[in-house]
């Protein structure tokens, strides 16, 4: 089924963001195959789980969005292993694995994406990432072409997963692209879970959640942490002792509950208002800790028509792959200088 300027806000959990030019809800991976045949060469294309960790632009993505998730997709028993689709939603995983007496996938019960997106991004959480337990993946490319790829073909790291030797990651990629390489994505995965017992799993699911629920904004549209956490430290700690709580820019807040993450109440917040949060948390963080924040959520697309070619301008690519967003080059110019005075 393809869509036309189908509004993003409809497919991220931030309920916020602008149209996708086109977007394609794939039937099967016999139809995904058909359909990266038959696009331009040329035609930007952006795979979309769950849209749990994602904000697309106010003015929306100039390209072919592949709308990921499928209600229907499953996992399997294969051998010692079980095969996941990247259409099912992790924490579908979870309770299979548990439910075949597992442990080890517990964890994903928790995080709000497909099984794509969580290798795409190496969720993880407690102690567990998503790429601990994958031993293979099967990948499309933008022929339809279907690989096998093995876990030491990849680069993984913390929220991190790059193809070896496809040669340096697009700007785009790096921020919120292909992650898996450019123009290659994850249609599946297995994973090698150590055999438990399914009561045990299922009982450490419920304690996870409930952790869950006991410190995070779940009731309101967010996207999870938002920023990576420094090394030795957390950022919510960061955001929290630089009085950010609370603080708000349009319809978009910090959370009172979780620093780390920043909420659409009502899905009233524009892209825009989100992203200007993001930068002015980074900002004063920046400014008051010395510490710069770096982002875990993807932003792609582009600024609304009407967005001043200053401010466009302005949007240019910093040299840590993230967007120098609008209106912050004095800033830019100020996490420069600090970098030269302690180089
Ligand atoms: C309440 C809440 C709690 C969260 N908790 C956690 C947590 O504990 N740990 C954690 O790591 N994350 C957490 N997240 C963030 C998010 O759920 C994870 O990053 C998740 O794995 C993203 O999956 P998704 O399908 O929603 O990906 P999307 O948001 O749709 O996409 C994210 C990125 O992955 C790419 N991508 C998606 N599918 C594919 C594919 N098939 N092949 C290649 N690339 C693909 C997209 O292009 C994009 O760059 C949380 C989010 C929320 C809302």
Redo the contacts with the bound molecule.
Sequence with gaps: MILHDEPMSR???WRAGGPARRACAPRDIDDLQDFLRGLPASEPV?????????LVRDGGYPGTV?L??HAHAAARVEGDEIFAS??L??PKLARFAANEGLKGSE?LA?????????????????GS??WDAVTRVQ?IDRHGTLRVRSRSEYDIGY?RCVLRGAGPVSSEADD?????APG????GAWFRFARGSAAAARMHIRDLLAR?VAS???NLP????VFRNPPQDFAARLIESCGLKGFGIGGARVSEKHAN?IVNPGGRGSAADIEALIVHVQRVVFELRGVELIR???I?GEPPAGAGEAERSDAAEDDSGQRNEPGAAGWFDARQEARRRQA
Excluded: I, K
Excluded at 110 to 126: F, R, W
Excluded at 184 to 187: A, C, D, L, S, V
């Design positions: 497919h991220v959990s952006l795979f979309v789980g769950l849209g749990s960790n994602l592949v990921m998730h990247a259409r939603a992790s964890f928790g995080v709000p994406g497909t099984v794509g997106g969580a290798l795409a991004m190496n969720a993880g959480c407690y990432e998503t990948t929220r919120g692209g292909d992650a898996a290659e994505w994850f249609t869950r995070q904004p779940l967010n996207a999870g942490s993450f875990e959520v993807r792609v």
